[in-house]
């Protein structure tokens, strides 16, 4: 008989998506489940939800608890779990019908400790085609073979350009001991930021073996309400948190050489998204990402394009230095909210007298698909630039100083 997997469930005040994500796990073609739904002190109607499908399905169990954030909660999951491998669902989000089967499947054959998977980004406008998952090529990984490889890869490197594990816990299957024995020893206090990195980096130094899937298994619901998009007020707390337990783990490894460089510039770059996200007006941020090029003469006139997260510290950065006279950031969402009052949209770009437009974006993709438009927009190739994004520690290890 297949072994038995605890799916632990997180539940705070997901009312309205709590069915679809309860009724995706029961409907998994691996029948072997229970299911823990853990609530953590829910205000509106979700624990009612929970009691309700406890009374009517064997496979569900039911933890009440006064709230006290991920880290307790997840705790009290994998200390309730009775199987011999573990998966977490957020209870907001909702899973492929075979997720657990084709996890499984890759325990099996591989013989691993843990498997990893990818997962879809969902808006309320649709899904996106940016997956969320690894980006180390996929197979199998021994650990005490080829630590030097993957324990040096489970911190993500600047924006993204160095290939590493993803540090979500929803896109993953664990072996019971190993996961329970991270949730039981990391700090009550780690929750918010980090809480995941610290599960997933503590599992990943305790096993022997890990598989890299690519298998696209995951829906995760990208929401306004949700943790990740709040103003979080103790981010730095939480980010300093999540760096000791991290790096305890580490001090007592054989790998602290190597993975404490990695540790250091991940929670540098945690702390200052900890320190912008808890300004209130965004005028107060620092960039978080930089621009450099040589193709563009100070005293250029200058538009950009984006007003994300790029865009805005592009604009921040850029203002301050004054090399180049900005004329405004085109951007092509309607009602964008940002305290930076130069924003148009798109049909405005042939209104400006401009000498370069620098797309102030970081996935290769999407700077493609706004060349294209731009171009259709008769702006000459030669005067659409894009340089890949610096953190703050690329740009001012070179001495440069202008924020």
Known sequence: ??????????????????????????????????IILVDDGSSDGSSKICDSFEKKEDRVKVIHQKNGGLTLTRRA??????????????????????????????????????????????????????????TIPSGKYKINEEGHYILTHVFPGLHGKKEFINGAVW????RANIIRNVL???????????????????????????????????HHREREGAFTYSKNFKGLLQTNYGYLSLKKMIDRSCY????????????????????????????YNIPQYFFKSEKISE????????????????WRQ???????????????RENLHTDINVVYGLEYINKFEFDYIIIAVKNLKTVKEIQK??????????KIIWEHPLSIFEYFKEGRFGV
């Open 256 to 283: 602290k050489d190597k993975m404490l460089p990695d540790l250091f510039e991940f929670v540098a770059n945690t702390g200052l998204e900890a320190y912008n996200n808890m300004m209130e007006g965004e005028r």
């Open 1 to 34: 008989m297949s072994e038995l997997i605890s799916i632990v469930v997180p539940v705070f005040d997901v009312e309205p998506y709590l069915v679809e994500c309860i009724n995706s796990i029961l409907n998994q073609t691996y029948a072997n489940l229970e």
């Open 171 to 174: 896109n993953k299957l664990f």
């Open 318 to 332: 850029l203002k301050a230095e004054g090399k180049y006279e900005l004329l405004g950031i085109i951007d092509k």
């Open 77 to 134: 999951g994998v200390n309730a779990a009775q199987g011999q491998y573990i998966g977490f669902v957020d209870g907001d989000d909702w899973i492929e019908c075979n997720m657990y089967q084709v996890l499984y499947d890759y325990v099996c054959n591989e013989k691993v400790d843990i498997v990893t998977s990818r997962g879809y980004r969902e808006y309320l406008w649709g899904t996106s085609e940016n997956t969320l998952g690894d």
């Open 184 to 218: 039981n020893e990391v700090d009550d206090h780690v929750h918010g930021l980090m809480d995941d990195t610290v599960c997933v980096v503590g599992a990943i130094m305790q096993a022997e073996s890990i598989y890299i899937s690519k298998d696209i298994l995951y």
């Open 373 to 382: 438009q731009l171009v259709n927009q008769y702006v000459r190739r030669d």
């Open 299 to 314: 005293s250029s006139k200058v538009l950009l394009y984006g007003a994300g997260k790029v865009g805005k510290s592009y």
